[in-house]
């Protein structure tokens, strides 16, 4: 099991931008599912962007933020990677608290599209990160 810390959370005005960071040490898989969550209170988690640690490997973004969301990875080093999330032209409602969540990246999670595409399970999370967007 890996752990991950999430940082960069604040309070930005709508239209702004905010970078989120994601470090994540411990993880010996020889490859890697990394997912940036998020979730408001009373409603249910959403994945926004994700990625895995293959060689040729492509993101995947949730329609509410693709185009405005960038997910990118700081290579490994010694089984500590640096998972990063840009978010630009933000709205009110990407108000939330954001999560990073690591885990194997199996054959099930990859065509779930580390659970962007479907919803899948993870077996580690960080302790998540606030964003406030007002308008």
């Known amino acids: 099991r890996g752990q991950l810390v999430e940082s960069g959370g604040g309070s930005v005005q709508a239209g702004g931008s905010l970078r989120l960071s994601c470090t994540a040490s411990g993880f010996t898989y020889a490859t890697v599912c990394f997912t940036w969550f998020r979730q408001v209170p009373g409603k249910g988690r959403e994945a926004v962007a994700s990625?895995?640690?293959?060689?040729?490997?492509?993101?995947?973004?949730?329609d509410s933020v693709k185009g405005r969301f960038t997910i990118s990875l700081d290579g490994a080093k010694n089984t500590r990677y640096t998972v990063y999330l840009q978010m630009d032209a933000l709205k009110p409602e990407d108000t939330a608290t954001y999560y990073c969540a690591a885990d194997r990246a199996t054959i099930g999670r990859v065509r779930a599209g580390c659970g962007v595409l479907e919803g899948v399970d993870f077996g580690d999370w960080g302790q998540g990160t606030q964003v406030i967007v007002s308008s």
């Open positions: 990625l895995y640690t293959a060689d040729g490997s492509s993101p995947y973004y949730a």
